[in-house]
């Protein structure tokens, strides 16, 4: 089979399209008869070896959708240890949701991994509730333009989005959020008394100018961030003003499968529905991918990026 193969930690130029043996299924796994890969911004970090970085040579991608070999359903999957980049995948069954009729391969893969984040960062760290104002980070990205939609479908009374460009901003605001500000500290301004909640995938210094913008007894909860929350935020501020940080990592939610599955359900569901939709920022061949790392390192993306492994 065709895949792209990272040797040596680096640079997009290290990953190369090679041809590999098919990986074997082991216990609790099903082969997955590849169409798309999604490409997420930690694939950028594992490549340059900087974060949980794999034995090498190694195949990186987090989330594929395909045909499952033996029963042939539509079926898309998060892979904890990569493999995605590939035209087969092992993907454990646990982790492993049938595609409803009605929702494309694309949107099957654009939705899961970054849907599945957000949703769970808003409800179940954020506690999300009907009439909550909500500031969101880095809005134009593959979580954040989801989360713009979600808090919107799940009855939030406002959504503002940070974004970096105007057109990254005014893709936001086509998202129905009421407002795009280009930096986290202007929230103050366009949310006068705060976000009830923030949902913040940057960390550092943006964390912290988001977290001075959550309103008394809101919350702020970190998806991805790097760093400790210590060195920039302190205990008597949270108390002071009575919000609080909380944490979200889809390895735990995939360690909960009634919650993962749930999940999954009800993004369908509103997708179903109209109410949630994955943009495809570009669908690039497997000869391209380093092109696309790079596309993405430089903030040129909005939305999901994704491999056509056939291509």
């Keep these: ?19 590999v043996p098919e990986p074997r299924a082991g216990e609790g796994e099903s082969l997955v ?11 950028l970090e594992i490549r340059e070896g900087v974060y949980a970085p794999p034995a090498l040579p190694a195949v990186l991608g987090a989330d594929v959708v395909g045909r499952r070999r033996g029963d042939g359903r539509r079926v898309v999957a998060l892979l904890r240890q990569g493999g995605g980049y590939a035209q087969v995948a092992a993907v454990r069954d646990a982790y492993t949701v049938e595609v409803p ?33 909500v500031g969101v980070a880095a809005a134009a990205g593959g979580v954040g333009h989801l989360a713009v939609q979600l ?16 057109r990254k901003r005014e893709f936001v605001r086509s998202l129905g959020a009421q407002a795009a500000v280009a930096e986290p500290r202007e929230l103050a301004e366009a949310v006068p008394g705060g976000v009830d909640l923030y949902l913040d995938s940057v960390g550092g210094a943006g964390l912290t100018a988001g977290l001075a913008a959550v309103a008394p007894f809101g919350r702020l909860v970190s998806v991805g961030g790097r760093g400790k929350v210590s060195d920039s935020v302190a205990v008597d501020e949270l108390t002071d003003r009575s919000v609080g940080v909380y944490g979200l990592w889809m390895r735990r939610v995939l ?7 749930r999940t999954a359900d009800r993004l369908f569901a509103l997708a179903a529905a109209g109410l949630l939709t994955a943009r495809i920022d570009r669908v690039v061949p497997l ?5 696309a790392h ?18």
């Design 1 to 19: 089979m065709r895949a792209v193969v990272l040797r040596h930690f680096g640079g997009p130029e290290e990953l190369r399209p090679e041809t």
């Design 33 to 43: 008869d590849v169409t798309y890969a999604g490409l997420n911004f930690a694939d």
């Design 101 to 133: 009729d009605g929702i494309d391969d694309a949107q099957a893969v654009g939705l899961l991994e970054q849907g599945c984040t957000a949703y769970c960062a808003l409800v179940t760290a954020g506690r999300l509730r009907p009439g909550d104002s």
């Design 151 to 166: 808090a919107l479908a799940l009855g939030a009374r406002t959504v503002t989005g940070v974004a970096s460009t105007a």
């Design 255 to 261: 360690e909960a499968p009634s919650l993962f599955a």
């Design 287 to 291: 000869a391209e991918v380093g092109a």
């Design 294 to 311: 790079a596309a993405m390192a430089a903030r040129e993306t909005m939305g999901k990026v994704l491999v056509d492994v056939r291509a």
